[in-house]
């Protein structure tokens, strides 16, 4: 051995055992006296467990056991950024009943338990999204190794889809982690990236994903990733390793107490009683996550597989299930762009107006690395625009998601300027100006004169329609409105608003940077509050007319958090400033009529007057403080409200009556915008109605919700209302169809 | 940087026979015979360039390199510099007030001489009429300040100039807290008693805690013996290839410093210890004992070691740079050209240490010649891991298309050319000391072996590169 030599790091002699088998989702060959599993489902960019790999899995390792060649197996993906993203929700979704879904849950309890038992170990080698059923595939393995990538995330979703992990992971999670840990795994459904899964014991080691080499990084980092499982499993099965980790002081105590009795009773008390108030009763999911681990803990693992594929039957036909479900379809929908690749990829943003919402328009768009001209009037303006984008990256620093040093260079792609230079080189300007239509049209006209002629011009607008700024244009193909949701970094809802001069490409155009914004985006046709404002204000004048008949704000606020809203219904007005909401009225009043009246807007005036805006002004229907957390009533208010008090008429006013008369108008409204073709499908919608305002995710927006509560039950409550109000609560023609017909749903 | 390993290298047992047998091979055939014969077909008779002056190394030295926490521990990095500027006057005997300009290289500053070559010049004696500055790039920092050198000269600004490194990684500049600096400057403005006291009353316990100088890449906070172990996986560079390639840096150091090859060492008595004579890091061992060690940086599976990797070292180093024609006019038979260069930075996360594959084809483009040319490689070598990546990219042709933008590889250098003097593996690694080296040993190899074209080539942290094409003066 003279001269360095450049031989492979592994040989790579592939005995080929089972070759000439075909497989379509896995490929497994033998190194050595290593199995190596490798799984990629066909035609899909991520694979699911699904009942063919089910079974072809279940095949490759009963040959793995049976082999006397093998004495240990590493189970790999090679599909780029996706270990398994979860279980193939097609296959629950085929399901009629609990007992079949019970089937499937159970079969997969058995096929992990005989891998967890395994003789030979296996190592999970794990890149990407490995998820729900993967993680409990994963957790089955005798060891876990997986590589430090931002795309590497390990988690138990299902919560969110309103089942529970069915394939084991209620039982062996909480033996894993700690109970505490699987508890909020479970049910918060959050990701975990692998650094922290590596510091819960939910993986055993980490592999830093590589640079380029001789061949593309991503490739060789998952040959790389094989290459340290199988020595990890060559000497789990020489016994030079263990799989079990050393665990610290604190974990050591922590799983002591846990082992009193009396403790975990505590535990699950405490769980449960947060759970029930963050829930309100509305999602039934996590109260049996917490039953179903609690049987495993208490009556052993027998009682607790059964109960777990049990509740888990039960779950999947649930309501809630079934919305929940049905949003995250929806939002899958809502991240693809349909109308296909822009002709010009938009490389300079510019955002004109540094308020609330040009800033946070900003902070999206620099941190996936897009060139963005924030422009204002003052410098003063400006420079709080400047300073809120800077503290949304910063905020995320102290979480400890960027470094400093990334945080600087995602600043570094915002230029603040009050001129007009450089827009000669932007491909589009999104207007974030105050909501008055001279100044709108002012602000379209200059750019006009500085901007290139593909320069997309988008308005952000929550009312002004698009057509009508649009007039000034010398070009109105290249008008749209770009609706953001205020706080901009939070709200993942985009509404697109084109008008009939819009052209496809600068919808394309408007739809791929609010992808890379990282936005669910929903594409409506243009009309006087599109469809997201124009379904929340025939609510907000419900709620003043409730305000009006004697009901509190606070009561009111739990009337409507209790139905499944986020926040409550005068707390809502506060948050979105009074000014705004009853410009919005007015002026939506005037185009609608009747059918957005209800509350007297003498209400909002006279606060406008006394200076309440809300939390903005520091007062509304609460009294906002910085650093107070619970606000109180503005006890100032209560010559207003008794100044405008109005009669309640009591078959109408009960708690219930009160909840339905504020969702069955949003509901209504959103259907008529979809028979008018304002919406150009329900799933846009109900991811509307959810992302961006907030409607109960539990019922799955109002077309699911008309779906699965029925819309005769729905169109009796309006007819109902309709009878002691009027036109405002007429049933609108499609929903009235729908009640006819029962075998008409939005959702095939 | 490399981080503190250097104490399992001690552990490491002394040569074994393997070891001599496996260096012999690269040495054997680089006989000056052969290198007469290559010389023969070259792309070109001298990179002389008309109407630019040439630019000669008259000589170079450097203090032995120690490896860190032994001889030089209780020095200051000025002191070092000073060695080798002194060293440098009684090598070449140039008069003192005939030198234009002094420029060093450091990387970790002590903040007391934040000009260490201005320091170091006044305390070697040097005129205090002779403007100095110091410059820094990481680990090539000397290369910088040589080149620096050369602008200097070939701008017509200068006629003479010394450049040189220094680094002393015994000693680091470890700061109070950011919080405890900031109390302390408080309360200096504090005025009254009452002031004093508010300012104190903030006293925390955590305050005490230190600040180290980074050991880690700024942008990306990895270390580089990190970077290094995740750079050798993705060019599937085993940890039998990296040891291998040490255990010959070793070997090959050993051999050249028993046969008195390392010409640019000179003695520096140490005050109140013995004098160093020599590098003291050069510890050729076996492979079995090598295999031991466990990785340093990905635990437990990665492949850099202590044995793999370079040590922190002290040590210092200075070039004596003229025309040519003052040279001459002076009397100096001077030992090489200094031709064109090239300064190249890439991805900092994951091609840190890839800046000799980048700087490599770029400065034979610019000089015209060809990899057949160059008769000696003196490559820094950082890491094994890094070395043999390197070679690995400059040998593909997928990388070179992918991520060079380049139609084909420039290929790798031949091992019987490369580092036959040993390296910074061995030999030690002064951050800011090393580019003179490197020159220096490429000089010499070439005066000794009879080449014509020496190619030097270093990567540093930022991930920055550097390469210079160092032509033998004619006999």
């Not at chain 1, 031989?7 to 790579?12: N, Q, V």
């Not at chain 1, 000014?579 to 009529?593: I, M, P, R, T, Y």
């Not at chain 1, 150009?680 to 919700?705: K, M, R």
């Not at chain 2, 000589?59 to 032994?70: I, M």
Request: one cysteine or more.
């Amino acid at each position: 051995k003279g001269s360095l030599s450049f031989a492979g790091y592994i040989c790579r002699s592939f005995t080929r055992a089972s070759a000439l088998l075909t497989r379509t989702h896995i490929n497994y060959g033998v190194k050595g006296d290593v199995a190596v599993i490798r799984i990629n489902s066909p035609n899909s960019k991520v694979n699911t467990l699904s009942q063919e790999l089910h079974s072809e899995f279940m095949e490759v390792m009963n040959e793995v056991w049976s082999s006397s060649q093998i004495r240990s197996a590493v189970l790999i993906s090679t599909k780029p950024g996706c270990f398994i993203a979860g279980a193939d929700l097609n296959m629950l979704n085929a399901c009629t009943t609990s007992q079949e879904v019970t089937q499937i849950s159970q079969e997969a309890q058995k096929m992990f338990e005989k891998l967890e038992k395994s003789t030979k170990p296996v190592v999970a080698a794990i890149n990407g999204s490995c998820l729900g059923g993967g993680l409990e595939l994963a957790i089955s393995c005798q060891y876990r190794i997986a590589t430090k990538d931002k795309k590497t995330v390990l988690g138990s979703p299902e919560v969110l889809l309103g089942i529970l992990p069915g394939a084991g992971a209620t039982q062996r999670l909480p033996k894993m982690v700690g109970i505490p840990a699987a508890f909020d795994m479970m049910l918060t459904g959050r990701s975990i990236r692998a650094d922290r899964a590596k510091k819960m014991g939910l993986v055993d080691q980490l592999v830093e994903p590589l640079g380029p080499g001789v061949k593309p990084p991503e490739e060789r980092t998952i040959e790389y990733l094989e290459e340290v499982a199988i020595t990890f499993a060559k000497g789990l099965a020489d016994k030079k390793i263990t799989p079990k980790r050393d665990k610290g002081l604190v974990e050591k105590m922590t799983s002591y107490a846990l082992s009193i009795p009396f403790v975990r009773q505590q535990i699950y008390k405490k769980v449960e009683e947060k759970v029930r108030k963050q829930t309100k009763g509305l999602y039934p999911a996590p109260l049996k996550i917490i039953d179903v681990v609690k049987t495993g803990i208490e009556q052993g693992s027998n009682a607790g597989y059964l109960s777990e594929s049990q509740r888990f039957g039960e779950l999947a036909m649930t309501k809630e299930s079934k919305a929940l479900m049905g949003l995250y379809r929806g939002q899958t929908q809502c991240k693809k762009n349909k109308f296909g690749a822009p002709q010009k990829e938009v490389k300079q943003l510019a955002v004109l107006g540094a308020g609330l919402m040009g800033a946070g328009i900003a902070q999206v768009s620099v941190d996936k690395g897009l060139q963005t001209i924030l422009k204002d009037t003052t410098l003063p303006a400006l420079g709080r625009g400047q300073q809120q984008v800077f503290k949304g990256l910063n905020d995320k620093v102290k979480k400890k998601t960027l470094t400093s040093f990334e945080r600087d260079a995602m600043f570094s792609n915002l230029i603040g300027q009050l001129d007009y230079r450089g827009f000669e080189k932007a491909d589009m300007v999104i207007e974030a100006v105050f909501e008055d239509l001279s100044l709108k049209h002012r602000v379209l006209k200059e750019t006009e004169a500085v901007i290139p002629d593909h320069c997309v011009f988008a308005s952000n607008t929550s009312a002004l329609p698009i057509g009508e700024i649009a007039t000034v244009s010398k070009r109105p193909e290249k008008v749209i409105g770009m609706h953001y949701f205020s706080p901009v970094d939070k709200m993942q809802l985009l509404e697109i608003i084109t008008t009939e001069k819009t052209s496809k490409d600068t919808t394309a155009s408007a739809v791929d940077v609010g992808l890379r914004q990282g936005k669910v985006i929903i594409v409506v046709k243009d009309g006087p509050g599109f469809y997201t404002t124009r379904c929340l204000t025939p609510m907000m004048s419900e709620v003043i007319r409730i305000l009006q008949e004697g009901v509190g704000p606070k009561k009111l606020d739990s009337l409507t958090t209790s139905f499944g809203f986020p926040v409550g219904a005068a707390t809502l007005v506060d948050e979105v400033g009074v000014d705004v909401a009853k410009h919005v009225a007015e002026n939506l009043g005037k185009e609608f009529g009747e059918r957005f009246a209800g509350g007297s807007l003498e209400m909002l005036q006279q606060m406008i007057s006394k200076g309440f805006l809300g939390r903005k002004s520091g007062k509304g229907f609460y009294i906002y403080q910085e650093g107070v957390k619970n606000k109180n009533l503005n006890s100032d208010m209560d010559s207003i409200l008794a100044s405008l008090k109005m009669p309640s008429q009591p078959d109408v006013s009960s708690d219930e009556d009160i909840q339905y008369r504020l969702v069955t108008r949003f509901v209504n409204e959103a259907i008529l915008c979809l028979q008018e073709g304002v919406l150009a499908t329900p799933t846009e919608g109900d991811i509307g109605a959810v992302f961006g305002l907030g409607f109960p995710p539990c019922l799955g927006g109002p077309f699911h919700f008309v779906d699965l509560y029925g819309a005769q039950k729905i169109v009796d409550r309006l007819r109902k209302y309709e009878a002691a109000y009027g036109k405002q609560f007429t049933p609108c023609q499609l929903l009235v169809d729908h009640a006819n017909n029962p075998n008409k749903k939005f959702y095939q | 940087m490399t981080s503190l390993l250097t104490y399992t290298f001690k552990n490491l047992r002394n040569t074994s026979k393997w070891a001599l047998r496996f260096c012999v091979r690269p040495l054997s055939s680089s006989s000056q015979v052969q290198a007469a014969a290559a010389s023969q077909t070259k792309s070109k008779k001298t990179l002389a360039k008309p109407n630019i002056r040439n630019i000669v190394v008259v000589d170079g030295v450097r203090t032995p390199f120690l490896l860190s926490g032994t001889s030089y521990k209780d020095l200051m990095p000025h002191d070092l510099a000073r060695a080798a500027l002194s060293g440098l006057l009684h090598r070449t005997s140039v008069p003192k007030d005939v030198v234009d300009y002094i420029i060093f290289g450091t990387v970790i500053q002590e903040v007391k001489t934040s000009n260490v070559a201005r320091e170091a010049a006044l305390g070697a004696g040097f005129s205090d009429k002779t403007p100095a500055h110091t410059v820094t790039m990481a680990c090539i920092s000397s290369n910088q300040a040589m080149t620096t050198a050369v602008g200097l000269i070939a701008s017509g600004q200068c006629d003479v100039v010394v450049a040189g490194g220094v680094e002393l990684m015994s000693d680091i500049p470890i700061r109070h807290s950011r919080k405890m600096r900031k109390m302390m400057l408080d309360l200096n403005k504090a005025k009254t008693l009452a002031q004093r006291l508010s300012v104190i009353s903030k006293f925390r316990l955590n305050f005490l805690s230190p600040e180290l100088p980074a050991v880690s890449e700024f942008s990306t906070s990895e270390t580089m013996g990190h970077s290094a172990d995740r750079l050798a996986a993705a060019f599937a560079i085993s940890r039998e290839e990296q040891d291998e390639y040490a255990l010959r840096s070793h070997s090959l150091a050993k051999r050249a410093q028993d046969e008195g090859l390392l010409s640019d060492v000179v003695p520096f008595k140490v005050p109140g210890r013995d004098t160093v004579t020599q590098d003291n890091g050069i510890r050729p061992s076996s492979l079995d004992q090598m295999a031991k060690l466990k990785p340093a940086f990905i635990k437990p599976y990665g492949t850099v070691t202590a044995a793999n990797s370079s040590f922190l070292t002290d040590g210092a180093s200075a070039v004596l740079i003229m025309a040519e024609e003052k040279a001459l006019a002076m009397g100096y038979k001077p030992k090489a050209y200094l031709r064109d260069f090239m300064y190249v930075s890439q991805d900092p996360k994951d091609q840190l240490l890839l800046g000799p594959t980048y700087a490599t084809p770029k400065v034979l483009e610019k000089a015209g010649l060809t990899m057949n040319d160059i008769d000696a490689f003196e490559f820094h070598e950082a890491f094994s891991g890094q070395i043999l990546a390197n070679l690995k990219a400059m040998d593909s042709d997928w990388f070179a298309q992918n991520y060079m933008g380049r139609k084909a590889k420039v290929g790798s250098p031949p091992l019987e050319k490369f580092n036959t003097w040993g390296g910074s593996l061995s030999l030690g690694h002064p951050f800011g000391a090393t580019g003179c080296r490197l020159v220096m040993a490429a000089a010499n190899r070439l005066r000794k072996e009879g080449g014509q074209y020496g190619l030097v080539a270093a990567c540093a942290a930022g991930g920055q590169g550097h390469a210079m094409i160092v032509e033998a003066y004619p006999k």
